[in-house]
């Protein structure tokens, strides 16, 4: 399958309490059956009686880290996306806690390449999609300070040394 067709048909759950926000996701995922909640409740609700190939989860507003343990626990993908939340804690937490990546929602639009590299690694049999925090990492060094990473050093090197892909599964990427 294609990385262009990998998205067609994928069930995803979009969660913001901001409406504007879940009809540009369900607008660049239109290959996608994009069913949305404007509250943890409806969320919960939907996570326990429904199926996901993915989740798209805001942090504040919605309670995302408990919607996140949610995905986490029924093996549903998560991707955090935020503006008010965006912080290194959060960050660390949203991994910490089985999220596949931490996007800003001044990136929303490239929401598709990151559900994509989610979606192929996972068809790969690889448990750490693709290079999201590489793709975003100076946009986060910029937002955050440099050197922010240094409030948290054990795992960040844990994470580089978990997280990095073997040559093998890049080529099986390819």
Request: include cysteine; charge should be negative.
């Amino acid at each position: 399958m294609g990385s262009n067709e990998i998205l067609k048909g994928k069930k995803i759950l979009a969660v913001d309490d901001e409406q504007d926000i879940l009809d540009t996701l369900q607008e660049i995922l239109s290959e996608c059956n994009v069913q949305t909640a404007t509250s943890f409740e409806s969320a919960k609700e939907l996570l326990e009686t429904e199926a996901y190939d993915a989740a798209i989860l805001d942090i504040m507003g919605v309670r995302g880290f408990d919607l996140l343990e949610i995905s986490t626990d029924k093996k549903i993908p998560a991707l955090m996306l935020t503006a008010h939340g965006l912080n290194p804690d959060n960050l660390v937490g949203s991994i910490k806690i089985g999220a596949k990546s931490y996007i800003p929602k001044d990136k929303i639009s490239d929401i598709d390449i990151f559900l994509k590299e989610v979606f192929l690694a996972q068809e790969k049999g690889i448990e750490r999609p693709g290079n999201w925090f590489s793709n975003l990492g100076s946009y986060f060094d910029n937002r955050f300070g440099h050197g922010w990473k240094n409030n948290d050093k054990k795992f960040w090197a844990e994470y580089d040394k978990t997280f990095e892909v073997s040559k093998e599964e890049l080529q099986g990427l390819l």
